[in-house]
């Protein structure tokens, strides 16, 4: 979340950058500041009728020291209302402050100066396009009638078992998926990232650490009885490990990656564009993540974007980087680039990753700190980005692939699968 001292001394910038990402609730803004005043007006108060009741405290000790009994009961009497006076304060300090810290998390985090200005997708920025769009044969298929054709992916047999959205991979299908989450994890230990196994469920505290609540209850699985989240992605819990941690500055940069499945609802997805695997209830991802130095940590994001970009050409799939626009962002991040790989049969761009930084905004929920070189202690940046998903990965991977022998498997990934080609 935001820092309330920031906002309180940047009223006129966090309106400003807020008004970027289209926050409809710009009148939160002012009550904040509103409260915060009011809680630090009492708190003076508290910590001024505190001071005199110690002082009191103090001057009966000394009285009754000197054998002045009658005067310590009068300072007595005179201070008796302290205690409830203090009492008091501090009730209403603490309703404040559980108010103060309602409304601020219902503020997104503020973009970057580099963000778009813009409402949908529309307005997204494309930075670059790389690699050339293959040439199909007019009888080239989508890939959803590629997995029946091949019977690698069966998402009727999936709506059977749990429903629609959750496809059963099948023969080479299911190996196609191993050999891309063994790659992704080798190609990201090559790049200094640290794997770990993690749950694939996780708390209230957790979810609300990284941002997902109160911003998504909606697009996250519940489990009621437990009071508990399946992860929309690896982020969460990894980003987690680190919460109420004060880290040394020279552990930065701390990179991580995990494999997990990943759940979300998708509430309200429908249409052609969600057909076959362009958007599942369940779905595989390694993801990277990194915690740094406030001062690397828009460098950091331009090295994840170029690492991601890597695994795309070795993939052999034409691709472009977006910076998204402020109405296009998500509600935690303050710059996000996008990486889309083209579909050829589908004759459109498939979006495959998200590069974020979040600035201070995750950290100071995690309260993930770190004492800087003149000994204060500071927020951390942190970083994610998908490297990567796989479901619009296979679908670009089969659609640009398919020869009179069957599917052309990327050179990179056959040691991996042990077949050149799915037929």
């Known amino acids: 979340m935001l820092q309330l001292n920031y ?15 289209h926050f409809k609730e710009i009148g ?43 005067e310590a009961e009068a300072v007595k009497s005179q201070s008796s209302g302290y205690k409830e006076q203090v009492k008091q304060l501090l009730d209403k300090l603490g309703a404040i402050e559980i108010e103060l810290n309602d409304k601020i998390v219902q503020l997104p985090n503020l973009p ?20 050339e769009i293959p040439a199909l044969s007019e009888d080239a298929l989508p890939h959803w009638e590629l997995l029946n054709k091949y019977d690698i992916v069966d998402l009727e047999l999936g709506v059977k078992v749990a429903g629609a959205g959750f496809p059963i991979y099948k023969g080479k299908g299911a190996k196609l998926q191993r050999a891309l989450i063994n790659f992704f994890l080798d190609q ?23 941002g997902q609540l109160p911003d998504k209850e909606g697009q996250m699985y519940y489990v009621n009885n437990d009071n508990l989240y399946l992860i929309p992605t690896a982020e969460v819990p990894v980003t987690n490990i680190y919460r109420d941690v004060i880290v040394k500055e020279a552990q930065f940069p ?69 910076r998204l626009c402020g109405g296009d962002m998500g509600f935690a991040s303050a710059l996000t680039y996008d990486m889309e790989v083209y579909s050829s049969a589908q004759k459109r761009w498939l979006e ?4 974020s930084n979040f600035e ?18 500071q927020l951390a940046h942190t970083l994610n980005g998908s490297a990567l998903a796989l479901p619009r ?11 009179d022998k069957g599917i052309r498997i990327p050179a990179v990934l056959v040691p991996y699968t042990k077949f050149e080609y799915i037929d």
């Open 188 to 210: 990201a230990a090559e790049q200094g990232y640290e794997e770990v196994q993690v749950p694939i469920l996780v708390n209230e505290d957790s979810a609300f650490a990284t």
């Open 112 to 131: 970057h100066q580099s963000v778009p200005v813009g409402v949908s997708a529309d307005d997204n920025e494309v930075v670059l396009t790389n690699g």
């Open 28 to 70: 939160l803004v002012d009550e904040i500041i509103s409260l915060d005043e009011d809680r630090r007006k009492i708190q003076a108060e508290s910590d001024a009728l505190s001071g005199e009741a110690n002082a009191a405290a103090k001057q009966i000790g000394d009285l009754m020291r000197q054998g002045k009994k009658e």
């Open 360 to 377: 201070t905004y995750q950290a100071n929920r995690l309260k993930v700190r770190f004492k800087n070189s003149e000994g204060k202690m």
């Open 254 to 322: 701390i990179k991580h990656c995990a494999y997990t499945p990943c759940f979300r609802r998708e509430a309200g997805s429908y249409g052609a564009h969600v057909r076959g695997l362009n958007r599942l209830h369940q779905f595989d991802k390694v993801e990277a993540v990194q915690i740094v130095h406030p001062e690397k940590s828009y460098d950091v994001l331009e090295e994840m974007s170029l690492y991601v970009q890597g695994l795309l050409k070795k993939l052999e799939l034409p691709y472009r980087v977006l």
């Open 393 to 403: 990965i296979v679908a670009a991977i089969l659609e640009n692939n398919q020869t």
């Open 352 to 355: 495959v990753s998200s590069v």
């Open 7 to 21: 906002i309180r001394e940047n009223r006129d910038t966090v309106i400003e950058r807020l008004a970027v990402k």
